[in-house]
Structure formats: structure tokens, C-alpha cells
């Protein structure tokens, strides 16, 4: 498509339970990333894909939350045993993963709509 | 020291004025800058890059000061629908292509 897609963009799901939270970023952007964001508040950082290299899962909150890109293409987040602090809207972004410097091409990321989850 | 940091605002200004935000960052060494726009209840959105020799686009002025380490965004003649948080986003050397957001500035352009 022509730009991130997420899926599913609500998810209402009771605490304990498991989510999956699906992630289709822009053909040929080989950086992914995941964010998450409460209300109110700003991005929280939570894990960074790039090419064929190990994740940066430094954002990871705890080891409930999983993150795994198959093929280097679509990614999916997993958060086991929700609780009511996972509630937010998380927020998929993918780039074209190369860093050009001053005016060459200052390529940012671009977002998908998110899917706002809530935990009950 | 978080590697970067804004102004949460808000910043409340009439229509037409000129409104400026900061947004210092820790690695000197970072490389590549961008401001983001986010409108309520919606995804950040790309608004423009910052290249070393400033850059402008339409009432939208970006700068980039190295040596003290922060960028800067200006909007001249604000609109209403200029109304919207803005994130300033750094790409942190040494963090591979990772992009670093700010918390974003909250801007509130009123009649």
C-alpha cells in the first residue's frame, strides 16, 4: 500500500489476556519502528528494527512485550498477560533506514494510524 | 539529560502572529533533524526536515544550530489549523538509524 497500515486500529481485550498488533510498513522502508502513546502524553520509545540487524529493544516496558519482524517486511507486537497501565494507542512507523547528512535527503519516518488498545 | 528535550507549552498565540520553538538535544554528534506535527488523536506527521543551512518551507522557517546544540521551528502568520503539538525528532549517531522524538510543544492559535 502506499502508506504504514496497522491492524487492528481498536483493540478492547480483558486483562490477562494476550494481543497481537499487526504492523505493514511502506514497501522498501527497511526500518521499522514501535511506539506507544497514553493519553496526553508523548512517544514512548519501544523497539526499532533495521535490515537484517538485531532489534534495539531497549523501549521494551517488560518481557510481556515481544516484538518480531518476519521477512523483513511486516512486524507484529505482542503483549502477553495485559494490564490496564498497556492501555494506549501504539504507533507503528517505517523509513527507508538510510542516514544521508545535511541536504542529500533528510528521509523521516511515517506513521501508521495506530491501534488504540484498551485493556478492562 | 534526556536526548531530547522540549518545551511541553502551550504556547497560546492570536492568529498572524509569529511563533517560534526550541528543541535542544545531547549528542553532538547526531546527524540528521526533522520537526513532526501532531494533531489530536491522530499519528505524527513528517512537516519538514532540518538541513545545516536552514531551510524554509511557505510560512515554515527550520534552523539548525550545532554548536549550541538545538534546532528551531518559526511559523510566521499563524493559521488556526497551525493549532497541533510538534515533535522534534533527532537521529542520534551512533543509534544506527533510530529516530529520537521529543515530547513535543503544544501549539494553540486562537481568533
Same mark, same amino acid.
Given at each position: *500500500?502506499?502508506?504504514?497500515?496497522?491492524?487492528?486500529?481498536?483493540?478492547?481485550?480483558?486483562?490477562?489476556? $494476550?494481543?497481537?498488533?499487526?504492523?505493514?510498513?511502506?514497501?522498501?522502508?527497511?526500518?521499522?519502528?514501535?511506539?506507544?502513546?497514553?493519553?496526553?502524553?508523548?512517544?514512548?520509545?519501544?523497539?526499532?528494527?533495521?535490515?537484517?540487524?538485531?532489534?534495539?529493544?531497549?523501549?521494551?516496558?517488560?518481557?510481556?512485550?515481544?516484538?518480531?519482524?518476519?521477512? *523483513?517486511?511486516?512486524? #507484529?507486537?505482542?503483549?502477553?498477560? #495485559?494490564?490496564?497501565? $498497556?492501555?494506549?494507542?501504539?504507533?507503528?512507523?517505517?523509513?527507508? *533506514?538510510?542516514?544521508?547528512? $545535511?541536504?542529500?535527503?533528510?528521509?523521516?519516518?511515517?506513521? *501508521?494510524?495506530? #491501534?488504540?488498545?484498551?485493556?478492562? | 539529560?534526556?536526548?531530547?528535550?522540549? !518545551?511541553?507549552?502551550?504556547?497560546?498565540v492570536p492568529e498572524g502572529a509569529t511563533v517560534?520553538?526550541?528543541?535542544?538535544?545531547?549528542?553532538?554528534?547526531?546527524?540528521?533533524?526533522?520537526? %513532526?506535527?501532531?494533531?489530536?488523536?491522530?499519528?505524527?506527521?513528517?512537516?519538514?526536515?532540518? %538541513?545545516?543551512?536552514?531551510?524554509? !518551507?511557505?510560512?515554515?522557517?527550520?534552523?539548525?544550530?550545532?554548536?549550541?546544540? %538545538?534546532?528551531?521551528?518559526?511559523?510566521r502568520d499563524s493559521k488556526l489549523?497551525?493549532?497541533?503539538? %510538534?515533535?522534534?525528532?533527532?537521529?542520534?549517531?551512533?543509534?544506527?538509524?533510530?529516530?529520537?522524538?521529543?515530547?513535543?510543544?503544544?501549539?494553540?492559535v486562537?481568533l
Open positions: *500500500g502506499a502508506g504504514v497500515s496497522q491492524s487492528p486500529s481498536n483493540k478492547v481485550t480483558e486483562k490477562g489476556k $494476550d494481543v497481537e498488533l499487526r504492523c505493514d510498513p511502506i514497501s522498501g522502508h527497511t526500518a521499522l519502528y514501535w511506539y506507544r502513546q497514553s493519553l496526553g502524553q508523548g512517544l514512548e520509545f519501544l523497539i526499532y528494527f533495521q535490515g537484517n540487524s538485531a532489534p534495539d529493544k531497549s523501549g521494551l516496558p517488560s518481557d510481556r512485550f515481544s516484538a518480531e519482524r518476519t521477512g *523483513g517486511s511486516v512486524s #507484529t507486537l505482542t503483549i502477553q498477560r #495485559t494490564q490496564q497501565e $498497556d492501555s494506549a494507542v501504539y504507533l507503528c512507523a517505517s523509513s527507508l *533506514g538510510a542516514v544521508y547528512r $545535511d541536504r542529500a535527503l533528510g528521509i523521516g519516518a511515517f506513521f *501508521g494510524q495506530g #491501534t488504540r488498545l484498551t485493556v478492562v | 539529560r534526556k536526548e531530547v528535550e522540549q !518545551d511541553p507549552g502551550p504556547f497560546n517560534a520553538f526550541n528543541c535542544t538535544y545531547s549528542n553532538s554528534a547526531s546527524q540528521s533533524f526533522f520537526w %513532526y506535527r501532531q494533531d489530536c488523536r491522530k499519528e505524527p506527521k513528517l512537516l519538514m526536515s532540518v %538541513y545545516s543551512s536552514g531551510n524554509e !518551507d511557505g510560512r515554515f522557517t527550520a534552523q539548525l544550530n550545532r554548536a549550541s546544540q %538545538y534546532i528551531s521551528l518559526l511559523i489549523s497551525d493549532s497541533a503539538t %510538534y515533535l522534534c525528532v533527532v537521529n542520534p549517531a551512533g543509534g544506527g538509524n533510530k529516530l529520537t522524538f521529543g515530547t513535543g510543544t503544544q501549539l494553540k486562537e
